[in-house]
C-alpha cells in the first residue's frame, strides 16, 4: 500500500480529529499532497493541499481556520488536525498524491491515491 490513510471516527459537534496518511517514500517525495472529501450522493470536495519544499499551504473555504495540513517529513506522513468539527464535515476522507505539481484542486491532477478514513460528526 503507497498511501494510508487513518485517524478517522465518529466524533461529536465541536470535536477534534487528526488525520494521518503514511505513504512510502516514492510517494512522498511527490511535490504536492493534498486532501479531499467524499459525503454520499456526492462529488469527491478538494480540502487542502500542501507543498513539499516550501510547505505552502492552501484551504477550502468551507475548513478555512479550523483545518490544518501538515507534513513530518522524517515519518514520510501527511496530516489534517480538524478542529470545531461540523456535521457537514461528515465524509470519507482521503488523501492523495499530485507529482507534476499542478497545485490544483481538482481530484483529477492527482495521481495516487490512499483509501478514504470516514469521519462521522455527530449532532
Known amino acids: 500500500v503507497q498511501l494510508q490513510a487513518s485517524g478517522g471516527g465518529l466524533v461529536q459537534v465541536g470535536d477534534s480529529l487528526r488525520l494521518s496518511c503514511a505513504a512510502s517514500v516514492r510517494i512522498y517525495s511527490s511535490t504536492v499532497m493534498g486532501w479531499f472529501r467524499q459525503a454520499p450522493g456526492k462529488e469527491r470536495e478538494f480540502v487542502a493541499r500542501i507543498r513539499r519544499g516550501s510547505g505552502t499551504s492552501y484551504y477550502s473555504d468551507s475548513v478555512k481556520g479550523r483545518f490544518t495540513i501538515s507534513r513530518d517529513n522524517a515519518k514520510n506522513t501527511l496530516y489534517l488536525q480538524m478542529n470545531s468539527l461540523k456535521p457537514e464535515d461528515t465524509a470519507v476522507y482521503f488523501c492523495?498524491?499530485?507529482?507534476?505539481?499542478?497545485?490544483?484542486?481538482?481530484?483529477?491532477?492527482?495521481?495516487?491515491w490512499g483509501q478514504g478514513t470516514q469521519v462521522t460528526v455527530s449532532s
Open positions: 492523495a498524491a499530485d507529482y507534476q505539481g499542478s497545485w490544483s484542486r481538482r481530484p483529477s491532477e492527482y495521481e495516487l
